[in-house]
């Protein structure tokens, strides 16, 4: 099993300029969560997906951020224009099944807008 | 009031030691717990998960108090490879498939 694959996992853009994040989650997962990180806040949950339908995206900041999950094994989470207060680590993550099981994280994202 | 409340630390301990965290979380219906550990610059990855009654591996212990709205984990032997920081989760009652995380506590374990 791959696990979780996101993709890049480093990204230095200028603000303004478009970024698109990649994640393919582990085959046969159902769920899909796209987490940011930063020192100050923490891990926060930008939006979630069950079978390829988001079901809460009330954490994602603005009109700025999108995501899409055409299919179940691709989503993409799109900042546009970036900001330089984006700069963070974003996550995706992937589940199957009941809510008593946890999740997996990709390896992550460093994103940092200049 | 947070959802899930953790000491940030830094715990700093001897090898060897025995070391506790704890965690408390403000909805009493909350179903489904958890450790994660999260080296540095690293993604976050299941520890274990908490249960009713108590739950242990290997030098992990995991308790969980429904009255008190109390989680905690246990270290004991601490070891160098130990060193990261911990988060506490929880599902919140009511929220589906999310995951709430607490914001950690970081634990370094010296020579």
């Known amino acids: 099993d791959a696990g979780v694959i996101q993709s890049p996992r480093h990204e230095v853009t200028e603000m303004g300029q478009e970024v698109t994040l990649r994640c393919k989650p582990i085959s046969g997962h159902n769920s899909l969560f796209w987490y940011r990180q930063t020192m100050m806040r923490g891990l926060e949950l930008l939006i979630y997906?069950?079978?390829?339908?988001?079901?809460?995206d009330s954490g994602m900041p603005e009109d700025r951020f999108s995501a899409k999950m055409p299919n179940a094994s691709f989503s993409t989470l799109k900042i546009q224009p970036s900001e330089p207060r984006d700069s963070a680590v974003y996550f995706c993550a992937s589940s199957f099944g009941t809510r008593g099981r946890g999740y997996t994280f990709g390896s992550g994202t460093r994103l940092t807008v200049v | 009031r947070k959802e899930v409340e953790q000491d940030p630390g830094p715990f700093n301990v001897p090898e060897g030691a025995t070391v506790a965290f704890n965690c408390t979380y403000s909805n009493s219906a909350s179903q489904s717990f958890f450790w994660y550990r999260q080296d540095c610059r690293k993604e976050p990855k299941l520890l274990m998960s908490v249960y009713s009654s108590g739950n242990e591996d290997g030098r992990f212990t995991a308790q969980l108090n429904r009255a008190s709205q109390y989680i905690s984990l246990l270290i004991r032997d601490s070891k160098l490879s130990d060193s990261a920081t911990y988060l506490c989760v929880v599902n919140m009652a009511g929220s589906a498939r999310q995951l709430t995380f607490g914001s950690g506590t970081q634990l370094t374990v010296l020579p």
């Open positions: 997906f069950n079978n390829n339908v988001p079901i809460d």
